[in-house]
C-alpha cells in the first residue's frame, strides 16, 4: 500500500515500531553489545553503521531508517509517551528544540562524557542541545555550510562574470544579490534564482545574532529588527521578478532547475547532492560561490540517546567513535556530510576536496569557512513554526499576489495563531 500522505506514512511505522511495546520502565537492562539505532531514510545511514561494525564486529546495530526526519521526530514523540524507545536516534536541527524542552526523557550525556569532548564541536552548534539545567541532550553529526550555486553557462550568456571570486563579488550583501538578479533579469528576460523565501529570506534570517527568541528564551520574532530587515529583503526579492516562484523541493523545483530555468540558488553543503541527482545532465556548468555576508548555516543533526534505552553505554560508544574529529571526516569523504568538528576543517581531505561537478570548486574550504563567523542564538521549541509563517507570507506575495504592504502583518497574526501566543 503506497501512503502518499506523510502523516500516513509516519503512523504506519510507528505502528511497526510500537508492535509489542513494553512499558515505561526506566533505561538499561540490556546486553551491552547490541543497540537499536532509529534514523532517517534516503541519506544512507547504513553505510556509516557498516563502518561501524567494521571497527566493533562484536557489537550487533539494528538500524531502522523511520522515514524523513520530520516523520522521525513524530514517531519520537508517540514513543517517549509510552512505546518502545530506541537505544539511539537521530534527530534534525530543526525538530531538536523539541526535544531539548523535555530533558526528562533523555539521557543526560554528560554523564556519560560529554563533558569531555564537547570542545571538539563548533560552539555553537553544541549549544543547540543543551537544556536550560545544562543536560546535554545529543551530540552534533553534521552542518550545513552555506553558499550559492550558480550556472556558469547562464552567468555568460548574461554578461555576467563566471570565475566564482568574481560573482562572490558581486553580491556581498542581499541587497547586492537582488541588484544582481535585476541584471542578470534585464538580460535574459529569466529567472535568477528558485524563490525569495529559502533562497533569500532563510539565509539572510540565520546570520543574525538574535533570531526568533532573546537569549533568555522570550519571543522576540515580532519585534527583532534583525527578523524585519531579513524579512523586506524576502519581500524585495519576491517583488523584484528576479524568482522563479518555485518552492524548494516541490517538483516544478526540481524540473525548474533540470532545465536552467533559474541560474542560482541557495546551496548548504548537502544540497550539492541533490543538484547532482536532480540535474545530473548540467555536470561541469554549476560553480560555488560565497554566500551573501559571507557566512550561513542550514541543517545538521544531532544523535541522542532516549532515557528508557536498554543499551545506553552501546549508544554512547557508537557516538564517541562515530562522531569523533576523525570519525566526522572519514563521514565527509564517504558522503560529502560536512563536519561539525573545526579541528578537521584544515585537513587536506577537507580543505582540499574539490567537486568536478561544479567546476571543480573548493567546496571543503567554502563550506568550512562559511561556518566561522557565525554567532550562536537561541532556538525555541516554536522557531520552525514561526520561520514557516514567515516563509509563507513570502511565498504567498512572490506566488499568489499577496500585498507586500501588509505582509509583515499578516505572518504575525498567523503565527500567533500557530503558536496560540
Not at 506514512?9 to 539505532?37: H, I, M, N, Q
Not at 531514510?41 to 522515514?67: F, H, M
Not at 530506541?86 to 539521557?107: K, R, S
Not at 576523525?326 to 584544515?346: C, D, I, K, M, N
Request: overall charge neutral; hydrophobic content about 40%; charged content about 20%.
Amino acid at each position: 500500500m503506497k501512503l502518499r500522505s506523510p502523516l500516513l506514512r509516519a503512523v504506519a511505522v510507528l505502528a511497526l515500531l510500537t508492535a509489542c511495546a513494553p512499558g515505561t520502565g526506566g533505561g538499561g537492562g540490556g546486553d551491552g553489545k547490541s543497540f537499536e539505532f532509529w534514523s532517517f531514510s534516503a541519506i544512507n545511514q547504513k553505510l556509516t553503521v557498516d563502518a561501524y561494525k567494521a571497527k566493533r564486529p562484536d557489537i550487533q546495530i539494528k538500524l531502522t531508517e523511520v522515514g524523513t526526519s520530520t516523520e522521525t521526530a513524530q514517531s519520537l514523540t508517540t514513543a517517549l509517551a509510552g512505546g518502545k524507545v530506541p537505544d539511539l536516534v537521530l534527530i534534525q536541527g530543526d525538530n531538536l528544540p523539541q526535544f531539548v524542552e523535555q530533558p526528562q526523557n533523555f539521557v543526560d550525556l554528560r554523564t556519560l562524557g560529554a563533558d569531555d569532548v564537547k570542545d571538539d564541536y563548533l560552539d555553537w552548534v553544541w549549544r543547540q542541545s543543551v537544556a536550560k539545567d545544562g543536560e546535554v541532550l545529543g551530540v552534533p553529526t553534521d552542518v550545513g555550510g552555506m553558499a550559492v550555486a550558480y550556472r556558469t553557462d547562464l552567468f555568460a550568456a548574461a554578461g555576467l562574470p563566471t570565475d566564482r571570486a568574481a560573482v562572490s563579488a558581486l553580491w556581498p550583501t542581499w541587497d547586492a544579490f537582488i541588484e544582481t538578479g535585476k541584471r542578470y533579469k534585464q538580460a535574459t528576460g529569466k529567472a535568477f534564482t528558485d524563490n525569495a523565501g529559502t533562497s533569500v529570506f532563510y539565509q539572510a534570517v540565520n546570520q543574525v545574532s538574535e533570531k526568533y527568541h532573546s537569549a533568555d528564551r522570550k519571543l522576540v520574532h515580532n519585534t527583532n529588527p534583525q527578523v524585519k530587515a531579513a524579512f523586506d529583503l524576502g519581500i524585495k526579492a519576491a517583488t523584484a521578478g528576479i524568482t522563479s516562484g518555485q518552492s524548494s523541493f516541490e517538483s516544478a523545483w526540481s524540473a525548474g532547475m533540470a532545465q536552467g530555468q533559474y541560474a542560482a540558488v541557495a546551496a548548504p553543503s548537502w544540497m550539492l547532492n541533490t543538484i547532482r541527482s536532480t540535474a545530473p545532465d548540467t555536470k561541469g556548468k554549476w560553480d560555488i560561490a560565497t554566500i551573501p555576508g559571507g557566512s550561513g548555516n542550514w541543517g545538521g543533526s544531532y544523535l541522542a540517546i532516549p532515557k528508557r534505552a536498554k543499551n545506553p553505554q552501546a549508544a554512547w560508544e557508537y557516538i564517541k567513535e562515530m562522531q569523533s574529529p576523525q570519525g566526522q571526516l572519514e563521514h565527509f569523504v564517504r558522503v560529502g556530510a560536512l563536519p561539525s568538528t573545526p579541528s578537521v576543517y584544515r585537513d587536506g581531505k577537507l580543505a582540499d576536496a574539490k567537486d568536478p561537478f561544479f567546476s571543480d570548486a573548493p567546496i571543503g574550504k567554502i563550506y568550512t569557512d562559511s561556518l566561522l563567523g557565525l554567532k550562536p542564538f537561541y532556538i525555541g521549541p516554536d522557531s520552525a513554526v514561526i520561520g514557516q509563517e514567515f516563509l509563507n507570507a513570502i511565498t504567498n506575495v512572490e506566488q499568489s499576489g499577496g500585498n507586500p504592504a501588509t505582509a509583515w502583518d499578516d505572518a504575525l497574526r498567523n503565527i500567533k495563531t500557530a503558536i496560540a501566543e
